[in-house]
């Protein structure tokens, strides 16, 4: 069987611009295999709104994170890119980040160079660390994975804080320190896109938040741009965030769902979306007598 981390290489590698749907537990993760796709984003953001009820400001730990990885590791069989925000610290702990990421279940890790708390890269204020900084953690990443095929994602944060050029040029020489893929975060036109994708050698990844800087281009054009993925990191998020605020302000309201039942999964949808035929097949196998 091919590893996890194997075909995600060769996703980033296709250069497709492979749609990767965000999913911040199981269930999302679960819905995101069922229709298909090739892979899966844990996306910290989402796991900070959905488990903390917090911004994506930094507030998430590594033990947090892996435990969101190995769960939803468990729960599908397709490729896991993570996001590991900073790394959780400097190079050693980028040693640690790693190991635990990986034995976790992760097939690929996206590390920014964000200057610790960070922020979510559509989020104003932002700063970015001294490129060796960066650099380093990059280097140690490369060093610990014992999957040599094991992405590791570099991205960096500095086209809003220096400038597309010095972003670009950034993502660069993190290549060069042995990121197999780069991540300019939140260029704000087509134009950057491209030239991003002209400019740099590896696979790239764009990043499309809905209300966010970075314009949709579809899959079609991130293709012909050459990408390699497109995350819509918290695309379900967004959407059951508005389902769940519809039908609890009616049932409040109404005090009953039947205005709402038409944006409700009935039960059968969702005893099957969490494999419970599979569970209920154990049941009977391990029945005692």
Do not use: W
């Not at 640690?96 to 034995?103: F, M, N, Q, S």
């Not at 996206?110 to 204020?125: A, R, S």
């Not at 741009?225 to 009616?250: E, M, P, R």
Request: proline share 3%; hydrophobic share 45%.
């Amino acid at each position: 069987m091919t590893r996890p981390t194997t075909i995600l290489k060769t996703i980033f590698s296709r250069r497709e611009g492979t749609i990767l749907p965000g999913a911040a537990n199981g269930l999302f993760a679960r819905i995101i295999e069922d229709l298909g796709y090739e892979a899966v984003y844990v996306t910290g953001a989402g796991v900070a709104n959905m488990y903390l009820g917090a911004p994506d400001i930094g507030l998430t730990t590594l033990t947090e994170i892996a435990s969101h990885v190995a769960a939803i590791s468990d729960a599908v069989a397709v490729p896991l890119l993570v996001d590991a925000d900073t790394g959780f610290g400097n190079a050693v702990n980028m040693v640690r980040t790693v190991k635990v990421l990986e034995r976790a279940g992760a097939a690929g890790l996206q590390i920014e160079d964000q200057v610790f708390p960070k922020k979510c890269g559509h989020f104003d204020g932002k700063e970015v660390v001294p490129l060796e900084e960066m650099l380093a953690k990059i280097k140690a990443a490369v060093d610990t994975r014992k999957d040599s095929d094991l992405q590791i994602v570099a991205r960096t944060d500095a086209r809003a804080v220096l400038g597309l050029s010095a972003a670009i040029d950034r993502a660069g020489a993190m290549i060069e320190a042995g990121a197999d893929v780069t991540f300019v975060e939140a260029p704000t036109s087509a134009e950057e896109l491209a030239q991003i994708a002209k400019s740099l050698i590896v696979p790239q990844v764009a990043n499309i938040v809905f209300g966010g800087r970075t314009p949709e281009l579809g899959r079609q054009k991130f293709a012909e741009l050459g990408f390699g993925c497109v995350l819509y990191a918290n695309a379900a998020l967004q959407a059951a965030l508005k389902a769940s605020h519809d039908v609890l302000k009616a049932l409040k309201q109404e005090g009953a769902l039947a205005s709402v039942a038409d944006h409700l999964a009935d039960f059968a949808v969702r005893q099957q979306t969490v494999s419970k035929p599979k569970f209920d097949e154990l049941e009977r196998r391990y029945r005692g007598g």
